[in-house]
């Protein structure tokens, strides 16, 4: 993931960040109800999806603009 100070392309980074996250989120669902689950698919799925949400946070913290003290 590359770095911008432009809010417009964080926002478009952020955009595409939580619905890859949604659509892990619904993967690991669906493989947690399958009755032949493959765990290490879904440990490495689950650490994407951490990996994301700290993504996420990150550019969240950059779109607040800094307030003088």
Do not use: F, N, Y
């Amino acid at each position: 993931m590359t770095e911008s100070d432009d809010p417009a392309v964080l926002a478009r980074q952020l955009a595409e960040l939580r619905l890859e996250h949604r659509d892990l989120d619904a993967a690991i669902e669906r493989l947690g109800q399958a009755s032949d689950v493959d765990e290490l698919t879904v440990k490495r799925l689950k650490k994407r999806k951490l990996w994301l949400k700290d993504c996420i946070a990150r550019l969240e913290s950059a779109l607040i603009p800094d307030e003088p003290a």
